[in-house]
Structures are given as C-alpha cells and as structure tokens.
C-alpha cells in the first residue's frame, strides 16, 4: 500500500463542488471514494463522479491510484448490465486487499483455530461453532428489530451496526439485502459453513424463506440476500 492511503479514517471530505477540482494525491477523497464502492458495491466511474460530485476526470484519477494500489480491482460488468451500442463501462470493486485495510472483526488466528479444530475434531465442531455464532446473531437481531414495523430495513440496520454496511433494494419479486463489506470474508472463504448459517438465521429473523444469492467470501463485489414476496400477502380473497 502506498504511503498516504488513509483507509482507516472516516473523514468527511469537503469537495470543491465549485470546480470539481481535487488534487490527485489527496488522500482523504481516495479514502472517500474507497469507503463509497466498500458501502455501495460495485460501482463504474460515472456513479462514482455523480456520487461524490467529483468530475469524471477527477475521478478516475483516484480510480487509477487505487487499482495501481490493490485497494480496488476494475472489472467488466456483468452482461445481464449491458444496454446498448459502445463499449461498456468497467465497474471498480473492493479487493481483498483493500477490504483488509478496513477494519475487520477476524485476523489469520481466526482461521488458523477453525483449521486447528476441523483436523482434530472434525468439521461437527466447526459446523458447531458456525452455528452457535449464527445463534448469536439471531438473539441480538430479534431485540433490535422487536418494535420495529419494517422488518427488512431493521435486519439491515442492525447488520449495519455489526460491521456489514447493510442496505435494502426494493425487487420486482421482493427485496434484497445487500451487505457491502463482511467482517468475516478472510474466515468465511476458508469456511463456508459461517454463511450458510448466518444466512439460516437471517431466514428464521424474517420469517420466511431466504436466498442468498452471493457472498464476498466467495469473490463477489457484495453479499446479496434474496427476499422473495409471500404470494398469499396481497392475494385478493375471492368469494
């Protein structure tokens, strides 16, 4: 990592809106623009610009320094994104290494101790401990969305508020949750059993069927959590 990148500090950065001129070394709007594809997911130059009232050339300067640095990774969008004749936009998304720069919840102990315990006592204690810490999510869920009328924006909140910079996107068939950073992606990518039951206890807290449709742990820009409509909530009683 190059000296200057503050990935650590969560400074509001006043812009020159003005303008839109922002010295390329400033450190603090890379941070900025870092922490805004770490909150918001994958995001081309164009949003980025719109999004943190920078000009497009302003913008893919940071860009530029932050992929030289291994802070993001520039990437072609998915096809199912591409309308149109030209050639599409890439998209920069959150490294490995940039997420490591964040704050994290786990460190190579973490794995290091699950690896430990899948060799000599099998994956059952591992599968245990992935269990247990779902559980515990699922406590502290339950008292935070209690009184809440939302039950899909309170999950999000409360996930927010555990590191996992949570927000809801209204579907045709039913929401989503999508968390933009995972306090646990190094452990996760080593033991998947971690997702597969903090997915179970985000199934039990909403009450209903869940989907996950993909995880930072597994190279995805975002973990994403399908939520579909229960079809008998709005069916029209017939006489």
Known sequence: MAEGVELRHNTVVKMQRSTGVIPADDSRTRDQVARSILENGPSTAAVL??????TPAGIRRHLDLLVN????????PHSALIRGRGRPSKVFVMSD?????FEHSY????????????????D??????????????????AIAIAKKSN????????????????????????????????PIAHVASEFPQLC?????????????????????????????TFIPTNATTNRKVRA
């Open 49 to 54: 610009s719109q999004r943190l009232g920078l």
């Open 69 to 76: 640095d291994g802070v993001l990774e520039a990437r072609e």
């Open 97 to 101: 290494k940039g997420r490591e720069q």
């Open 107 to 122: 460190d190579d102990l973490a794995v290091a101790a699950l690896k430990f315990m899948s060799a000599h006592s099998g």
């Open 124 to 141: 059952h204690l591992v599968n245990s401990f992935a269990q247990s810490r779902a559980d515990d999510i699922e406590r502290k869920a």
């Open 151 to 182: 039950k899909t924006q309170a999950v999000a909140e409360f996930l927010t508020e555990q590191g996992y910079a949570a927000s809801v996107a209204q579907k045709p068939m039913g929401e989503e949750i999508c968390q933009h950073h995972c």
């Open 196 to 224: 597969e039951a903090e997915t179970e206890a985000l199934s039990r807290i909403l009450g209903t069927h869940v989907q996950r449709l993909a995880t930072i742990a597994h190279g995805d820009g975002v973990c994403t």
